[in-house]
């Protein structure tokens, strides 16, 4: 099993530019997450998806934020503009459904740093 | 508004001895509640977890109680190791509803020497 798989690793772009981070997550699973972890603010929850859908994009910090899953297997987060403020490291996580003792399973994270 | 929190930002324990990480909630509609912990450059990985009905929950080296009353909760990791060396994040959820997202503390770090 693969796990939660995001790409880039790292990416370093200039301020203004678009920046998309991608995610696949483990087959099977239902719900998907988007975290942003800052020294600040720590571990946050961005937006989360169930089926597909987005579910609670409440912690999205502003409409240069989007992020769309437009089938099981895909998710994307883009920043648009992208600003310095913007850098931290970015997870896409994955759980199954509700039963008991589910739990989410984290991919490696993206490391952005906006120039 | 943080409603998940740990209050001490780093702990250094000997191996072999006792490490207990601690955690406090605000909100009381938390139902369950989880520890992870995370190496750096990779993703946090699950520990383990507990829900509210219980106060604790073992698994090996590693157990956590929950004191519903004091909104605490604690991972005690007896005997620590140096490979346990990482941050542990505690988070709360509410199961039992389509909600499913964790609210995360703000991490401790654990330093296990030699």
């Known amino acids: 099993d693969a796990g939660v798989i995001q790409s880039p690793r790292h990416e370093v772009t200039e301020m203004g530019q678009e920046v998309t981070l991608r995610c696949k997550p483990i087959?099977?699973?239902?719900?998907l997450f988007w975290y942003r972890q800052t020294m600040m603010r720590g571990l946050e929850l961005l937006i989360y998806?169930?089926?597909?859908?987005?579910?609670?994009d409440s912690g999205m910090p502003e409409d240069r934020f989007s992020a769309k899953m437009p089938n099981a297997s895909f998710s994307n987060l883009k920043i648009q503009p992208s600003e310095p403020r913007d850098s931290a490291v970015y997870f896409c996580?994955?759980?199954?459904?509700?039963?008991?003792?589910?739990?989410?399973?984290f991919g490696p994270g993206t490391r952005l740093l906006v120039l | 508004d943080q409603q998940v929190k740990q209050n001490s930002p780093s702990l250094s324990v000997q191996e072999g001895r006792i490490s207990i990480l601690n955690c406090d909630y605000t909100?009381?509609?938390?139902?369950?509640f989880l520890w992870y912990k995370k190496y750096p450059a990779e993703g946090p990985t699950f520990l383990i977890s507990?829900?509210?009905?219980?106060d604790k929950n073992e698994d090996g080296r590693f157990t956590v109680f929950l004191n519903k009353s004091a909104k605490h909760l604690s991972l005690h990791i007896v005997p620590s190791q140096p490979g346990d060396s990482a941050v542990y994040f505690c988070a709360a959820s509410r199961r039992g509803t389509s909600y499913g997202k964790l609210t995360f503390g703000q991490g401790t770090i654990l330093t296990v020497h030699p």
């Open positions: 996580a994955s759980r199954g459904g509700d039963r008991e003792g589910e739990t989410q399973y």
């Open positions: 507990i829900s509210s009905i219980k």
């Open positions: 909100n009381s509609m938390f139902d369950y």
């Open positions: 998806f169930n089926n597909n859908v987005p579910i609670d």
């Open positions: 087959s099977g699973h239902d719900y």
